[in-house]
């Protein structure tokens, strides 16, 4: 292994960042399709995801509740489980609360296969159906599977190139990093994000693409094009400085954020579904008694592109859009942004760094103002030349059925204050990316709005953004 990785880089430039930025600046490809045509031509396949009740989900084959404990599970043990979850919190509102999550022990893999052509580093996306899906197919990476899936537990069709990321010496190794999914949704679940950089040829499937970073972002700026998994992945390449620098060192930074994870007052423990207070479960879903933010529902999903073509499962379905919000500014000439030390009760070390503010839409209007989280009102309120950034975009439609989150970067004038309450800090985008190599420093939607800063701060555009 270590022979063949030193080969690799013999042929390939060790600049990865430079070739990072070239690749960025390219917004079009004779290697890529005419995007718009050939997602539209994917979505007129004949997918279905219809509604179905829990009773008939759970009267078909596959998936049960468990008789002691209400949990529902697959037959076969694996996939992923819904159970309850009990917390409570020293600070914040509410103090307690009960709640149903998923739990997926499985790690998945979210690859993609990037490889040069011409000079210029690209990136083979597929367009996958997902059940949970707005607009049914998105661009995902070139594997985005659990090894339920991958060791074909599922009985289907193998992922097509998970060799790339199974088997050692396929390539030469760009990104490889754990990281958290939504901390709020799911308990301590994690993704292998990983970019593979190949040489040799590699036959492309009809539903796969190759794509630049320039045409990446500027994907992004469009609605339910590129999905979840291909965001955390793609954000995960490394920025351009090599020595990031801000206004606190990274050794401040991370004894701030140890410290907040030493002092952590949330706690969160796994107890049955069916004791869980305030939820009802009846045929149709599983939900709180005062409707509360989201469902757990089933689908029946039928697409001929999948590994399987036909199944059921349950989906969790936010009542609503969620929105995640990031203040940045320039201070002593770099860009940083205002994020938070973010507990909840899903994550393993129960804090991440989250944006500036994460907040359920669907609570704004019974929310008393002393009660909303901090920014809020400022992000909202943001005149329209300070915004850089405004888009809803899916998050993963394999285990949540439509859900949305609508991500706003809003720039801050030279007076907005650098002093922050203690949860909060500023942080440079340099130092953003050298923690995001890292596993569980930035939970998804951070690193979502990373990727969307990225997208909109580089050579071509007049944001009034530094260059990086």
Same mark, same amino acid.
């Not at 292994?1 to 060790?14: E, K, Y």
């Not at 599977?145 to 060799?163: F, I, L, P």
């Not at 990093?177 to 040799?200: D, M, P, Y």
């Not at 869980?276 to 757990?296: K, N, P, Q, T, Y």
């Given at each position: 292994?270590?022979a063949?990785?030193?080969?690799?880089?013999?042929?390939?430039?060790?600049?990865?960042?430079?070739?990072?930025? &070239?690749?960025?600046?390219?917004?079009?490809?004779?290697? /890529?399709?005419?995007?718009?045509?050939?997602?539209?031509?994917?979505? $007129?396949?004949?997918?279905?995801?219809?509604?179905?009740?829990?009773?008939?989900?759970?009267?078909?084959?596959?998936?049960?509740?468990?008789?002691?404990?209400?949990?529902?599970?697959?037959? /076969?043990? $694996?996939? !992923?489980?819904?159970?309850?979850?009990?917390?409570?919190? %020293?600070?914040g509102?509410?103090?307690? +609360?009960?709640?149903?999550?998923?739990?997926?022990? #499985?790690? &998945?893999?979210?690859?993609?296969?990037?490889?040069?052509?011409?000079?210029?580093?690209?990136?083979?996306?597929?367009?996958?159906?997902?059940?949970?899906?707005? #607009?049914?197919?998105?661009l995902?990476?070139?594997?985005?599977?659990?090894?339920?899936?991958?060791?074909?537990?599922?009985?289907?069709?193998?992922?097509?190139?998970?060799?790339?990321?199974?088997?050692?010496?396929?390539?030469?190794?760009?990104?490889?990093?754990?990281?958290?999914?939504?901390?709020?949704?799911?308990?301590?679940?994690?993704?292998?994000?990983? =970019?593979?950089?190949?040489?040799? #040829?590699?036959?492309?499937?009809h539903? !796969?693409?190759?794509?630049?970073?320039?045409?990446?972002?500027?994907?992004?700026?469009?609605?339910?094009?590129l999905?979840?998994?291909?965001?955390? =992945?793609?954000?995960?390449?490394?920025?351009? =400085?090599? %020595?990031?620098?801000?206004?606190?060192?990274?050794?401040?930074?991370?004894?701030? !954020?140890?410290?907040?994870?030493?002092?952590q007052?949330?706690?969160a423990?796994?107890?049955?579904?069916?004791?869980?207070?305030? +939820? $009802?479960?009846? #045929?149709?879903?599983?939900? *709180?008694?005062?409707?509360?933010? @989201?469902?757990?529902?089933?689908?029946?999903?039928?697409?001929?592109?999948?590994?399987?073509?036909? +199944?059921?499962?349950?989906?969790?379905?936010?009542?609503?859009?969620?929105?995640?919000?990031?203040?940045?500014?320039?201070?002593?000439?770099?860009?940083?942004?205002?994020?938070?030390?973010?507990?909840?009760?899903?994550?393993r070390?129960?804090?991440?760094?989250g944006?500036?503010?994460?907040?359920?839409?669907?609570?704004?209007?019974?929310?008393?103002?002393?009660? $909303?989280p901090?920014?809020?009102?400022?992000?909202?309120?943001?005149?329209?030349?300070?915004?850089r950034?405004?888009?809803?975009?899916?998050?993963?439609?394999?285990?949540?059925?439509?859900?949305?989150?609508?991500?706003?970067?809003?720039?801050a004038?030279?007076? @907005?204050?650098?002093? &922050?309450?203690?949860? @909060?800090?500023w942080?440079?985008?340099?130092?953003?990316?050298?923690?995001?190599?890292? /596993?569980?420093?930035?939970?998804i939607?951070?690193?979502?709005?990373?990727?969307?800063?990225?997208?909109?701060?580089?050579?071509?555009?007049? !944001?009034?953004?530094? &260059? *990086?």
């Amino acid at each position: 292994m270590p022979a063949r990785l030193n080969q690799l880089d013999m042929i390939m430039p060790v600049d990865l960042a430079s070739r990072i930025a &070239a690749s960025a600046r390219m917004t079009s490809s004779p290697m /890529s399709p005419e995007i718009d045509d050939w997602l539209r031509e994917k979505r $007129r396949q004949p997918f279905e995801s219809a509604d179905i009740t829990l009773e008939e989900l759970t009267r078909s084959p596959g998936w049960r509740f468990a008789p002691d404990t209400g949990n529902l599970h697959h037959q /076969s043990g $694996r996939f !992923f489980t819904v159970e309850g979850l009990h917390v409570t919190s %020293e600070r914040g509102h509410p103090a307690e +609360w009960w709640q149903p999550i998923l739990v997926q022990r #499985d790690i &998945a893999i979210l690859g993609i296969i990037a490889k040069e052509f011409n000079g210029v580093l690209h990136f083979l996306l597929q367009a996958k159906m997902e059940p949970g899906n707005i #607009d049914m197919v998105q661009l995902s990476p070139t594997v985005q599977a659990t090894s339920s899936n991958y060791t074909q537990v599922h009985r289907g069709r193998a992922a097509r190139y998970v060799e790339y990321f199974t088997q050692p010496g396929r390539g030469r190794v760009l990104v490889d990093t754990l990281q958290s999914e939504q901390g709020a949704w799911f308990h301590h679940k994690r993704n292998r994000n990983i =970019v593979i950089e190949v040489t040799g #040829d590699v036959p492309v499937h009809h539903d !796969f693409c190759w794509l630049t970073l320039g045409q990446i972002h500027r994907l992004l700026h469009r609605p339910n094009v590129l999905n979840m998994d291909t965001r955390t =992945v793609v954000g995960c390449l490394p920025g351009t =400085v090599s %020595e990031p620098v801000g206004v606190h060192t990274m050794t401040e930074i991370l004894s701030w !954020f140890t410290g907040h994870k030493s002092h952590q007052h949330l706690s969160a423990r796994l107890v049955p579904l069916n004791r869980l207070v305030g +939820w $009802r479960r009846d #045929d149709e879903r599983i939900a *709180r008694d005062d409707g509360g933010a @989201f469902s757990i529902v089933g689908v029946s999903v039928r697409a001929q592109t999948r590994e399987v073509t036909s +199944w059921k499962q349950p989906l969790l379905a936010p009542h609503g859009p969620t929105l995640a919000g990031l203040v940045v500014r320039r201070v002593n000439g770099r860009l940083h942004a205002l994020v938070r030390a973010e507990a909840l009760p899903g994550y393993r070390d129960t804090i991440e760094l989250g944006p500036t503010v994460r907040f359920m839409m669907t609570d704004h209007p019974t929310t008393p103002a002393d009660r $909303r989280p901090e920014f809020l009102d400022h992000m909202l309120s943001a005149p329209r030349h300070s915004v850089r950034y405004d888009v809803v975009q899916s998050e993963e439609g394999g285990r949540f059925r439509h859900a949305r989150t609508r991500y706003l970067i809003v720039e801050a004038t030279d007076d @907005f204050p650098l002093s &922050a309450p203690p949860d @909060f800090a500023w942080i440079s985008v340099e130092q953003l990316h050298a923690l995001q190599r890292h /596993s569980y420093y930035l939970g998804i939607e951070a690193r979502t709005l990373l990727l969307c800063l990225n997208s909109i701060s580089g050579p071509d555009t007049d !944001f009034g953004f530094p &260059a *990086r």
